[in-house]
């Protein structure tokens, strides 16, 4: 999630500036030189950094920053609190920025830290280069988090692209590019998004209730990608996800295609109702959990559920009934 958020805020910075944007990502390892292992990939992650060509921390967006809560990105779904999931995960943050500033480029360093007002060593200089860009280090990969965390590049490739995937399914995307850096492995996350996803995902607008809601519909190839699930979104992105397994009917582990290859679903819901129920931290919505509310007529999660995966079973009828007439 810490990842998420960085990529996320630089996906942002870029559609603010509105230049055609680039980010790179970079897993960062242990370099201890004791360590020995065949598989170079395997050693520790240490942390990530995130290089993006947007807006950067000008005084508007670093104020912004500074406030704890705020409602600077309210209309893009920013609650104003994700960057302290960083610091759940890491030890402290380091941010470089270089912005247009109105009387030119200014580089704006400082870090961000779990103590005092959470903002150390904040300096603003004229830039030594003549270019726009942010760097932020997710540095000191906490043991209880690192120790669980996905080690490979092509796994973390796949959760970035899935995380993602609604800022990627639109006509206008930056380009993202993963790389380890000890290993110098590197993958375009938008060449892996167009060949697992991108020629496999549609639209679908219906209504639950008197509420428009919209279902990006995707078949994933992907090897990481284990199990059929449906995303509950606010303002593009992710909130919560739920299991597939025993609410379609007929519904396999892995489904195949029209030529026989395996799939597994992933079902992106969206709506406006979703956008005004997120809860600030951005984990849950608030919608009733069952039936029986003490106001008749109430929209509630079941109600939301029941509908989406009506949807679903639709989309996948055609790959379901054929696990259905295999079975008889």
Request: proline share 3%; glycine share 6%.
């Amino acid at each position: 999630m810490p990842l998420f958020e960085a990529v996320v805020n630089s996906i942002q910075a870029i559609e603010e500036s509105g230049r055609e944007g680039t980010i790179h990502i970079r897993i960062l390892r242990d370099q201890n030189s004791t360590l020995v292992e065949m598989d170079k990939s395997s050693r520790d992650i240490t942390g990530f950094e995130i290089e993006d060509n947007g807006v950067g921390f000008n005084e508007d967006n670093f104020q912004a920053f500074s406030t704890s809560d705020t409602t600077y990105k309210a209309e893009k779904g920013g609650k104003g609190v994700g960057r302290f999931v960083w610091l759940v995960a890491f030890e402290e943050v380091e941010i470089e920025s270089t912005f247009q500033a109105p009387d030119g480029l200014k580089t704006r360093r400082f870090k961000f830290v779990p103590r005092g007002d959470g903002l150390e060593d904040d300096q603003v200089s004229t830039a030594s280069e003549e270019r726009v860009r942010t760097i932020v280090r997710l540095k000191g990969f906490k043991e209880r988090f690192q120790s669980v965390a996905p080690k490979k590049v092509e796994t973390i490739g796949a959760y970035l692209v899935e995380h993602c995937l609604e800022y990627l399914i639109r006509p206008q995307h930056p380009n993202l590019v993963l790389t380890d850096s000890f290993t110098g492995d590197t993958i375009s996350l938008n060449d892996l998004f167009e060949k697992e996803m991108g020629h496999n995902a549609s639209w679908v607008k219906f209504e639950a209730s008197e509420h428009p809601f919209e279902i990006l519909h995707v078949r994933l190839y992907s090897s990481h990608v284990k199990e059929h699930l449906l995303h509950f979104c606010a303002n593009n992105r992710v909130v919560k996800s739920e299991k597939l397994m025993g609410k379609i009917p007929n519904l396999a582990r892995t489904l195949l295609d029209e030529v026989g290859r395996e799939f597994v679903y992933a079902g992106y819901l969206d709506g406006k109702l979703l956008d005004e129920t997120v809860n600030q931290e951005r984990t849950d919505f608030s919608l009733s959990s069952e039936e029986g509310s003490l106001f008749e007529g109430t929209f509630t999660w079941s109600n939301l559920r029941s509908a989406a995966c009506e949807q679903v079973s639709s989309f996948l009828t055609p790959f379901t009934c054929f696990n259905s007439e295999t079975e008889d």
